[in-house]
Structure formats: structure tokens, C-alpha cells
């Protein structure tokens, strides 16, 4: 299986702050590769898809980069709704396994 | 618009069956897949599996393997996971998510809120 991991797994932010999340797989999965932000009691929610789409719908101050091992999420001017916990998923290999996640919390 | 809306909380003994529906409208199910996806207390997410709207063809999480099934009833634009001889551990909240698919990449671009499955003596 492709393992994922996130750095870091807390971050503590202000809003207004660039926030920056990596994400690491432990084989090369190309583009393949997708961020969700998840609240609270809700279900999860795509952000981006193909490492660096942005799903229609979401902000642009969210932007994603990278290929094959490593990734990164970027928030470039944090909101107090952005405050989550954020996953990445591969999508090239069964099972379609998820990072650890990352929590934002406010500073 | 799109939206999946799933059954309700369920309660479960050890040993028993769980059966989690989710109601696909504003899309034809037959063009997606559902994929199935949850998350213990406190924990992180976890893919179970998924199935095509189109044939019916699935793929489960190895370790899930013979306690999974997942269906669809395209009639009713529904699918279903079905997980057996549950444990503690499977005690967790269960996401739909709907698939938009080629023959070489994935995007789960709609979820369901979530059923909370209890398993406990």
C-alpha cells in the first residue's frame, strides 16, 4: 500500500497568515493526488483534485503543487472558515488511502 | 444539485450486520461510482472501497475483504454498504462520496453527512 504522511500534524495560524502543508508518498503517484477539508461533525470536503485543480466552488486562496512523492497545500491568506483539518488522498493505487491529516487551529 | 443522503444512526451488537444506504439525486447514478469511506472517533479517514454505478464492478479495502459488500439500485438511484460480523473497532462514522471517474484517475467530489454506526455489547 502507499503510505501518505502530512507535516505538519498541527499548525497553529493567524488569519491572514500563508499556511503551507505538505504531504509525502512513500512511492511515486504522478499527479494523482487530491486535498479535502474536513470540519468538525461534517463530512469532508475536495479542495483540490489532480495535485493542483481547484474544484469548482472553492476559493482561490487555496492552490496546490507537486508531483510524484511530495505535495503541498497552500492557503495563501487564511480565513477564520478555513480553520480544519485537512487530508490528502491518493488515487493511483488500491486502497485509495488518506494522510493523517493536519489540524489549523486559530494562533 | 447534486446530493447524497444517507440512512440514519445505527446501533449494532457485536457479531451483527450493518447495512448503510445513500441516495443519490441531481445526477444518474449509472455515469458515476460511490465509494464508501469512514472514520473512527477522533481518527482520521479511511477508504473502504468502491463501487461503479455503470457495471456494478468493486473494489474493496483488503483488509475489509469478505465483511464488505457494496451495491447500487440504480432504479432508486441508491447505493449501499453492507459490513458483517462487526467488531468494536468498526465503530465509526461511514461517508458516501460520489465518484466522477476515467480508466486512470478518481475525484470525490460529493459526500453524504454521514452515518454513525455504534458497535457495542
Known amino acids: 500500500d502507499i503510505q501518505l504522511t502530512q507535516s505538519p500534524s498541527f499548525l497553529s495560524a493567524s488569519i491572514g497568515d500563508r499556511v503551507t502543508i505538505t504531504c509525502r508518498a512513500s512511492?511515486?503517484?504522478?499527479?494523482?493526488l487530491a486535498w479535502y477539508q474536513q470540519k468538525p461533525g461534517k463530512a469532508p470536503n475536495l479542495l483540490i483534485y489532480a495535485a493542483s485543480t481547484l474544484q469548482s466552488g472553492v476559493p482561490s486562496r487555496f492552490s496546490g503543487s507537486g508531483s510524484g512523492t511530495e505535495f503541498t497545500l497552500t492557503i495563501s491568506s487564511l480565513q477564520p472558515e478555513d480553520f480544519a483539518t485537512y487530508y490528502c488522498q491518493q488515487l493511483t493505487s488500491y486502497p485509495f488511502t488518506f494522510g493523517p491529516g493536519t489540524k489549523v487551529d486559530i494562533k | 444539485q447534486v446530493q447524497l443522503v444517507q440512512s440514519g444512526p445505527e446501533v449494532k451488537k457485536p457479531g451483527a450486520s450493518v447495512k448503510v444506504s445513500c441516495k443519490a439525486s441531481g445526477y444518474t447514478l449509472s455515469g458515476y461510482g460511490i465509494s464508501w469511506v469512514r472514520q473512527a472517533p477522533g481518527q482520521g479517514l479511511e477508504w473502504m472501497g468502491w463501487?461503479?454505478?455503470?457495471?456494478?464492478?468493486?473494489k474493496y479495502a483488503q483488509k475489509l475483504q469478505g465483511r464488505v459488500t457494496m451495491t447500487t439500485d440504480t432504479s432508486t438511484s441508491t447505493g449501499y454498504m453492507e459490513l458483517r460480523s462487526l467488531r468494536s473497532d468498526d465503530t465509526a462514522v461511514y461517508y458516501c462520496a460520489r465518484v466522477h471517474y476515467s480508466t486512470t484517475w478518481y475525484i470525490f467530489d460529493y459526500w453524504g453527512q454521514g452515518t454513525l454506526v455504534t458497535v457495542s455489547s
Open positions: 512511492q511515486g503517484i504522478s499527479s494523482y
Open positions: 463501487i461503479s454505478g455503470y457495471n456494478g464492478n468493486t
